[in-house]
């Protein structure tokens, strides 16, 4: 009965009706709001690797606020949250898990480390939050399963290949020594380190390790020094690698030191007040002093604008990078932004042009940038990029 009343309704009584009825409107994504899109980060800014979180902290913030003076991106501002988490997993999850609760941040950027981005992984991935740029280079967020991950930078892999090419070729070295963090991140390097070896038939003849977020580098330098090395492959951070080659000179073992890019360049020079004497630090973004290079130009203004007091590096212009690859992405894919629209953006148009440096990804590819730079402490502690080792 009831159903025939209504349909014997006249028209204009059934709209009139219809307005009546409540509108629920389409849910925005989580971190977009009318005028802005929220971002979060996880990093150490303090403790023994504060600098590094400090430095893709100052480069996101620099893009971002670089592109909001602008006009943002579709009108709205890019905004980040940042929480410290030491450098330690445990906290790293306590602040992802605030971030996508309470925060409801639309993705994750420029996050530091690999323990901390292993610990994380799952949790982001499990809330299908995107993962954007961290500040590693382990392989396992380069697996074609890590759907929700996107790398700027290119490998541990890659950066060990590269010295192991440069030593054994430059120098025909074949003694290497590997002095590494014991956790996810120095054990990545290893690996690298000894397969790199392996592919030339080569070995590694000694190894030293040291427990995260501290300076105690003697057992393991003793360690290596007993293996006669002619160069020591080293993955940690800056505070544990300086010390560990302020003791080597002190105990006579004058050797080729080869860093990774995470070690956090400026910092490690601070650390060894300049005395770079056979130190190297493979690198992972262009040379932050070559303002030819268009995209460095615009980093280097951007910073400038954003604290005048900063001095530019390769930690904060990776984060820039990080920044300015985000605000393209966006603008791609339209004033509607989505998490699944963001990724499969980067899937699908795969090349993007930041002022003239391209980020490439392709088919179960999602890191953008392959190169490495070799660069080596000069005198007065800065950096110079050089082609091949000398002796």
Not at 18 to 38: H, N, R, Y
Request: glycine fraction near 10%; hydrophobic fraction near 45%.
């Amino acid at each position: 009965m009831t159903k025939l009343l209504r349909i014997a309704l006249p028209l204009g009584l059934s709209l009139f009706l219809l307005l009546l009825q409540p509108v629920t409107p389409s849910k925005a994504e989580d971190g977009v709001a009318k005028d802005e899109i929220l971002f979060g980060q996880t990093a150490a800014f303090e403790g023994l690797a504060a600098a590094l979180g400090e430095g893709m902290r100052d480069g996101l913030l620099a893009a971002f606020e670089e592109v909001n003076r602008n006009g943002g991106i579709h009108g709205r501002k890019l905004r980040l949250h940042s929480y410290d988490d030491g450098y330690k997993p445990a906290m790293a999850i306590q602040n992802v898990n605030r971030l996508i609760s309470h925060d409801k941040i639309f993705a994750l950027v420029g996050c530091v480390g690999t323990p901390t981005s292993k610990a994380i992984a799952p949790v982001a991935a499990a809330a299908h939050i995107p993962l954007i740029g961290p500040f590693t280079g382990a392989e396992f967020l380069r697996s074609s399963d890590q759907a929700n991950v996107v790398n700027l930078r290119a490998s541990y892999e890659q950066e060990t290949e590269s010295w192991i090419k440069h030593l054994t070729e430059d120098l025909d070295i074949k003694r290497v020594a590997v002095f590494y963090q014991d956790d996810s991140f120095g054990r990545a390097g290893l690996a690298g380190v000894r397969e790199a070896l392996a592919r030339r038939g080569l070995e590694i003849v000694g190894e030293g390790r040291y427990m995260r977020n501290t300076t105690a580098v003697k057992r393991a330098l003793l360690a290596i020094r007993d293996s006669e090395p002619e160069a020591v492959a080293m993955i940690g951070a800056y505070k544990a690698s300086a010390a560990f080659i302020r003791l080597a000179r002190e105990l006579g073992l004058n050797v080729i030191f080869m860093n990774i890019s995470f070690v956090g360049s400026k910092a490690l020079s601070a650390e060894l007040d300049g005395d770079g004497r056979g130190v190297y630090v493979t690198q992972v973004v262009p040379f932050p002093d070559d303002r030819d290079i268009p995209v460095v130009d615009a980093y280097r203004k951007a910073l400038t604008a954003y604290n005048p007091a900063l001095d530019p590096g390769f930690v904060s212009l990776e984060g820039y990078l990080v920044g300015r690859f985000v605000a393209a992405v966006l603008k791609e894919i339209g004033p509607e932004p989505t998490r699944e629209k963001f990724l499969a953006a980067v899937k699908s148009i795969r090349r993007f042009d930041i002022d003239g440096l391209e980020l490439i990804f392709g088919p179960g590819d999602n890191q953008g940038l392959d190169r490495v730079f070799l660069t080596e402490i000069t005198g007065d502690g800065s950096f110079r990029a050089i082609d091949r080792l000398t002796k």
